[in-house]
């Protein structure tokens, strides 16, 4: 029902930037909290930001100030803004999606979100 494609990651020195993209598709309407998670090798999936379908976001502290979540709906596109990155930020990045009926819905726990990106590689160097 809901398909999510990520692009945007790469190499990138710490103190840069990137721009992450998730690109969603869906065959039903509806309202949908989304986010974005990692996870780095040898470690579980972490929460990096959430928006809800009314527009309001979360950062856990480790992002806070750094990390700013946004979505263009005539796109149908959720983005992750990446500043002063640092090499602890090293990571596979995923875009995930959750249909709900409250706006001010929001999930920092992968098994709270139903649809998944395949991924994208964001390393930072020192």
């Known amino acids: 029902q809901v398909q999510l494609v990520e692009s945007g990651g790469g190499l990138v020195q710490a103190g840069g930037s990137l721009r992450l993209s998730c690109a969603v598709s869906r065959r039903t309407s509806g309202n949908y909290a989304m986010a974005w998670f990692r996870q780095a090798p040898g470690k579980e999936q972490e929460f990096v930001a959430a928006?809800?379908?009314?527009?309001?976001?979360a950062y856990p502290d480790s992002v806070k100030g750094r990390f700013a979540i946004s979505t263009d709906n005539a796109r149908n596109t959720m983005y992750l803004q990446m500043n002063s990155l640092k090499p602890e930020d090293t990571a596979l990045y995923y875009c995930?999606?959750?249909?709900?009926?409250?706006?001010?819905?929001?999930?920092?726990?992968?098994?709270?979100?139903?649809?998944w990106g395949q991924g994208t590689r964001v390393t930072v160097s020192s």
């Open positions: 995930a999606a959750q249909r709900t009926s409250r706006a001010t819905s929001w999930f920092d726990t992968p098994r709270e979100y139903s649809y």
């Open positions: 928006i809800t379908w009314s527009g309001s976001t």
